[in-house]
């Protein structure tokens, strides 16, 4: 019995330091990502990259057309539809960070839900009960 019990102990303690290990590596890694992460976009590259998508999103949002000529005819993309391409790519945006953060967007749901909760929580927290005085409750007397 004492074998069995002592590798038992000897098991526990393996998982223990496997378990801290996979942490440690688990945050080396993810500092080394988010480094990596930092260098490319604040990199000429990088930075070259955003600038175009701003200029290209700048370009399909502003009207093209000279200031004295008077446009009869309908535009070729709506702006309706300008407005949807735009909310398209920040849902995309947003997909994608939640994404990165959290691995799958439902497993946010959670902690969306909980940091409502606490703000709800602190904006009642300090506000005074109203309550109206209840009547007394009338017993029959038995005679």
């Known amino acids: 019995m004492r074998i069995i019990s002592r590798s038992l102990d000897e098991t526990e303690m393996l998982v223990a330091q496997?378990?801290?290990a996979l942490g440690r590596d688990f945050a080396l890694w993810r500092d080394?990502?988010?480094k990596r992460a930092v260098a490319q976009a604040t990199s000429l590259r990088g930075?070259?990259?955003a600038a175009a998508a701003v200029g290209?999103?700048?370009t399909a949002l502003v009207k093209r057309r000279p200031r004295g000529s008077v446009r009869h005819d309908d535009p070729v993309i709506?702006?309706?539809t300008k407005r949807k391409g735009i909310a398209a790519i920040l849902g995309g945006l947003?997909?994608?960070?939640?994404r990165m953060r959290y691995g799958n967007p439902w497993n946010a749901v959670p902690v969306f839900?909980?940091?409502?909760r606490e703000q709800y929580a602190r904006r009642y927290a300090n506000r005074t009960v109203r309550s109206r005085a209840m009547p007394p409750v009338r017993r029959e007397r038995r005679a």
């Open 78 to 80: 709506k702006p309706e």
């Open 56 to 58: 290209l999103l700048a």
């Open 18 to 20: 496997e378990r801290v």
């Open 47 to 49: 930075i070259g990259i």
């Open 32 to 34: 080394e990502t988010k």
């Open 94 to 98: 947003a997909m994608t960070g939640l």
């Open 113 to 116: 839900l909980t940091w409502g």
